[in-house]
């Protein structure tokens, strides 16, 4: 599991996150929900080892992450625009990770199979990727963030550069993807539907601090 202990992240004077805790259980989904500005996306930076905290603990199953630079922790990258390789092909996007790690190619071809037909681009596999819609480019970079079997999966606003109806259905094959996965991740949204279709637990951010956190029908009940 995940877990954030304390984590303060400044850039020169400004605190941008400020002595956040939080946890993500195995198989778990987490939302960090909040206005523009307030931190989400540099707390998930700090998870991820892009960002270097001023003070507090990633951890890990226990080990603190704080040497372990990013292409070491073993977590899967998702970020707004999916920055697909444009001169490859689907499956040459969605097998990258796997090349990288010297998987052989046939384990490499069946793999990517299954990811395609996962994320619902069955026979995609030689298409261009400038020539997919957005949404389908996002399920690209869903699925090549999925292949190496990512133990956390760290979404920043992955749906955010689509527009509305595409978002709402994609936010639900995203939910059913992560859920059919047994993925873990961690999710960042300033979308509040967004943060109740795909999340088991939302926590709310305001001024670099975590406000509140819960499962979604608890954080939204209005007083
Ligand atoms: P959110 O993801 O919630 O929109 P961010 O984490 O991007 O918020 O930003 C939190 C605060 O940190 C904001 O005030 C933002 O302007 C500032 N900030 C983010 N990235 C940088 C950076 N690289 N350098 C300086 N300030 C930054
Ligand atoms: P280098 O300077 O060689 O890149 P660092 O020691 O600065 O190595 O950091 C290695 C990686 O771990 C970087 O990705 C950094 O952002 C991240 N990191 C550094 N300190 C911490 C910490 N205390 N907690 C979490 N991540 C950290």
Request: charged letters at 25%.
């Amino acid at each position: 599991m995940l877990r954030v202990e304390e984590i303060t992240v400044r850039y020169g004077a400004l605190t941008a996150v400020s002595d956040v805790d939080i946890e993500v259980a195995d198989g778990e989904v987490v939302a960090l929900l909040g206005p523009s500005g307030c931190g989400k996306s540099t707390l998930l930076r700090a998870v991820a080892g892009l960002e270097r905290p001023a003070a507090g603990v990633v951890r890990w199953d226990g080990v603190d992450l704080g040497r372990t630079p990013v292409h070491r922790r073993g977590f899967g990258l998702v970020f707004q625009d999916g920055q697909l390789f444009p001169h490859r092909d689907v499956a040459g996007n969605v097998a990258f990770g796997l090349r990288m790690r010297g998987v052989a190619k046939g384990e490499r071809v069946a793999r990517v199979g299954e990811l395609l037909e996962m994320v619902g681009l069955a026979g995609y596999g030689a298409r261009r990727v400038t020539e997919l819609s957005g949404g389908e480019q996002q399920r690209v970079a869903l699925a090549r963030a999925l292949a190496p079997r990512p133990r956390l999966l760290l979404l920043d606003e992955p749906l955010s550069a689509l527009d509305r109806a595409l978002r709402e259905n994609l936010a639900l094959d995203l939910s059913r993807v992560l859920r059919s996965a047994g993925t873990t991740a961690l999710l960042v949204t300033h979308d509040h539907d967004e943060a109740f279709t795909l999340a088991d637990r939302v926590a709310v951010m305001r001024g670099g601090r975590i406000s509140q956190v819960g499962r979604p029908d608890e954080v939204w009940r209005r007083p």
